[in-house]
């Protein structure tokens, strides 16, 4: 059997001493330390940190949990214990726009981003075609306002049926209920267009390029009841100039919108982001 690989993060309030009985426990059990992240956000005193560590052959994760428990008591600490061997299952959501989705599912086929894909979901059939080519189960819950709740009772039923670990909204044009939103909290991340002004509404780049726009980018973000407002997780922009076209503004959108959600969900899936209230610590 082979050696067991974890990665635990907590956070709790800072005090001397947290790191040392976490990484005393670990060794106590003979575990090796892959890698270590820490900070302390001075102005709320909390604590953060992130160990990826490698347990000796037929430790369990109960075992972990049990040798960890005193320290964890200790300091009040908030846990998360991952196992790396089970891979992580996710649920990607698109409408129209399937640039994002490609862009996951290349990522995932070459091995930078280690997940499977447990379904596909839909407001339209245009991407059921890749679905099927693809062997990933394809769901369509067109969406209006009076079958909204029926629709995402629905997404939440395929999300407890798979197992899923995470939802990526990659481009899904539709904007999830506060109750669905609380429900999943931590577990959505979304993509969106984020320029300085921030246009709303339809076709985005094209505003962008009637204002004449010197900079455009994309934001990846955890969603949260308060719509493109949640803990942001990856962000990057892109300069731009007056002798581009409205189309090259979308193509330049549409490449930056795939890379940053690939960063977001590949740190999402390795435990390297922590909610910190309004905001997230992001290891690197």
């Not at 426990?25 to 709320?44: C, H, K, P, V, Y």
Request: glycine share 4%; with cysteine; proline share 4%.
């Amino acid at each position: 059997m082979p050696d067991q690989n974890y990665v635990l993060t907590l956070t709790c309030e800072d005090r001397p001493g947290i790191v040392a009985s976490v990484t005393t426990e670990l060794a106590g059990m003979d575990a090796n330390i892959a890698e270590s992240n820490q900070f302390w956000d001075r102005q709320t005193n909390r604590f953060f940190m992130r160990i990826a560590f490698t347990a000796a052959e037929g430790t369990s994760k109960d075992d972990v949990e049990r040798a960890l428990k005193p320290a964890v008591t200790r300091f009040d600490m908030k846990t998360s214990l991952i196992d790396q061997s089970k891979k992580p299952r996710i649920i990607i959501m698109v409408s129209r726009f399937d640039h994002a989705l490609l862009h996951l599912i290349y990522q995932i086929k070459v091995g930078w981003l280690d997940a499977e894909v447990a379904a596909i979901v839909s407001n339209h059939e245009d991407s059921r075609r890749f679905a099927d080519h693809e062997g990933i189960p394809y769901h369509v819950l067109p969406v209006s306002k009076d079958n909204k709740k029926e629709q995402e009772d629905a997404l939440l039923k395929i999300v407890k049926d798979t197992g899923a670990d995470l939802v990526i909204l990659a481009r899904y044009m539709q904007v999830l209920s506060d109750n669905l939103s609380k429900r999943l909290f931590g577990k959505v991340i979304n993509i969106h267009h984020s320029f300085l002004p921030s246009f709303k509404g339809a076709k985005p780049y094209h505003q962008a390029f009637e204002r004449g726009v010197k900079l455009i980018g994309a934001t990846a973000h955890y969603v949260t009841p308060d719509l493109d407002e949640g803990p942001i997780i990856e962000q990057e922009t892109e300069r731009v100039t007056h002798a581009m076209s409205a189309e090259d503004f979308v193509a330049t959108g549409r490449d930056i919108e795939s890379r940053v959600l690939a960063r977001a969900v590949k740190k999402h899936l390795e435990s390297r982001v922590m909610l910190n209230g309004h905001k997230t610590v992001v290891f690197g």
